[in-house]
DNA sequence: TCTCTAAGATTGTGATCATATAATGACGCC
DNA sequence: GGCGTCATTATATGATCACAATCTTAGAGA
């Protein structure tokens, strides 16, 4: 109807409705293409366009964006444009000292409860993330990690620390744009199987440095990619 | 209208609507009776129910308990029914340990950026706990000392731990009810003294130690509580 | 040509309506 | 008398509408 809502916004690879309730489908839409930073920061999402992209009416498109404002996926601009939030150094560095924090605790709180079938289970979530990045697919080799992690994490039946860790990765989504094929394989001299001999061994020291480790590897393939502080925004902007 | 619509839920203490929309309205109001555990863990919330009892339409309901699902505030139960988690001792523990983690990581990175001026106003708010105290209002005190610790933390510009902290105040809201106004005062023997010391002295291992002194009193003064284990749910029962 | 103002467009918010689904209770059958 | 099935009810979800606030833009006046 409007020229406008139309927007660039094409960028939706609209994904299965896994018959759960369009609300939830517009919303993990949504996140999975935050996370594979398929949405540029700095541009305006409004509720009305995204109904439109997606074919559904703005009143599902409207809860998906309160849920992720509220998981500080996307940032309220003024009062009334919502875009996702411009990079700047020091977030993300802070960002990532949060996410090894919040790891490094939830591994040793998930390490007594780690028996080998779910160790082999891991292997085999690990194994995913390499074919993954044989394909070349930056985002989906993102995303396989994660679910090695979050897999982790979950041992412990009382974690209440997963939510929060997504919340931090959905932020560092915007990066992963950045993050390198040739770089990340070269660095993932797989801490994995450093944190996995951990496990096996409940060594929870050891798992503790693994999982720092990996984080850092994560992080230097990022900080790696040349020309890579272009592309943040000053931070003078908000100021 | 119904008979059941006029639930158990009056103790809706209604505060003031800044002007800012009848969303967030509802949705502070809910945040701080859950903070102050007013709120019973199993209660079932309904959208409608609670609309009628704030006197507006269910939508800024809908959209406000929509927030503290994915806050972890309140809890889906099936698909139908909205409650306040079930208490266990496991989760207490996790979440208690989740904030010594979170908050003492918030601490340190926020050391660098105190000013005197900063120290000045820590101290007032934290006579202001010991106002709230003597007037033996748990649920303020609560909020007094959060206030505190929010202040501290966002010295840091950069400070992006703020709301997964609050997501974790949130959730140990329930428990606050059971925080014995006199133990409190007894076992507050003023970490929070010892942790403007450390800011005036820059000094990092120190400040790490008051806070985690400091929640750790507040978990001693509620596990102190006679009988507390007769609260928890066991866990067996979602199992 | 620049600027200020006003009107139109755009958009978020809140309300009301329609529909699908789960819970509850009643009736009938075994 | 107990259990299964069906109907009623209650509730969340999604759509559409109405309104208010904001942004954009065009036009007029200096």
Redesign the pocket.
Known sequence: M????TQLLSLTPLEKAPAQ???LWVYHSLRRALMCGQIEPGLP?????LAEVMH?????V??AL?RLTCEGAVEVR?????MVPQMTAARFKELYELRIVLETHAAESALPYCRPEHITELERLDNLIDLAYQHSDTGEGSLANQEFHRYLYQRNPFQVAVPLIESVWLQLGPFVRFAKNKLTQHYRIDRHKEALQALRQQNAFALRRAIEADIRDGLASIQAVEGIHEHFKEQALSA
């Open positions: 409007n020229a406008k809502t309730g369009v609300n999402l409004t509720i009305r366009g559904v009416s703005p009143m599902p409207r809860e309160h003024d009062n009334r444009r919502v």
